[in-house]
């Protein structure tokens, strides 16, 4: 560099190799600085406004063989009156038919099922917002894997006290995770908000608000 060299004499040598221990050094701290916030990121990781901590390892994309098998022994297990399914959510264009259990029910629970947020109305209150958030990714607890292949529009069905509600995607958008999702939604629509870990992504969360279009008893 012509600047280095012009300052390069027996006079200047300590002043030019203390200006390099400090640019070294304000490198080394940024460095520091930015690994720590990404671990803090990772340590704190919550999916949605859950309460309880989503570790990396929940969150881990993993190739899994045995993917349906495990599904199918974990509809089964739920078996008793306490933990049985309450409805069911259902999206034909990602072939997704998983049922949901009662808000207070153990199993109610990101680790082991499609789960409602303990803050969401059910689906039968007027304008309210029933919310349900589940894994993405390749584990058998990620329900919600393919959810990034909706769009606007697409139409989410929820079985719920003998009612089929018809709900249709009008928003989707992402959010960083910091443990906490702002809803943007029409407060005068009853709503269903689906959640989950952005595709590809391990810093944000997608969001899809769909309104309800119909609802019929069945």
Not at 7 to 31: D, H, Q, R, T
Not at 123 to 136: E, M, R
Not at 149 to 164: A, E, I, Q
Not at 197 to 214: A, W
Request: charged content about 30%; aromatic content about 12%; proline content about 2%.
């Amino acid at each position: 560099m012509v600047w280095l060299k012009k300052y390069m004499n027996k006079e200047n040598i300590p002043v030019v190799i203390g200006f390099v221990f400090v640019v070294l050094g304000v490198a080394l701290l940024s460095y520091n600085y930015l690994c720590e916030k990404r671990n803090k990121i990772f340590e704190n990781m919550e999916l949605a406004i859950l309460d309880e901590p989503v570790s990396n390892s929940d969150l881990e994309q993993v190739d899994d063989p045995k993917l349906d098998e495990k599904i199918n022994d974990n509809e089964e297990k739920l078996t008793d009156e306490t933990n049985k399914y309450i409805g069911k959510v259902e999206i034909p264009k990602i072939n997704l038919i998983k049922g949901f259990v009662d808000k207070d029910s153990r199993n109610n629970n990101i680790s082991k099922n499609v789960t409602i947020l303990k803050e969401s109305d059910m689906p039968d209150v007027d304008k309210g917002n029933f919310i349900l958030v589940a894994h993405s990714g390749s584990a058998y607890i990620s329900f919600f894997r393919n959810l990034y292949k909706l769009g606007l529009d697409d139409v989410v069905y929820v079985y719920y006290n003998n009612y089929k509600y018809t709900y249709s995607i009008k928003n989707i958008y992402n959010v960083e995770k910091t443990g906490t999702v702002q809803i943007k939604r029409d407060w005068d629509e009853t709503t269903l908000t689906l959640i989950t870990c952005t595709e590809n992504d391990d810093y944000h969360q997608t969001v899809y608000i769909s309104y309800l279009v119909e609802k019929v008893e069945v």
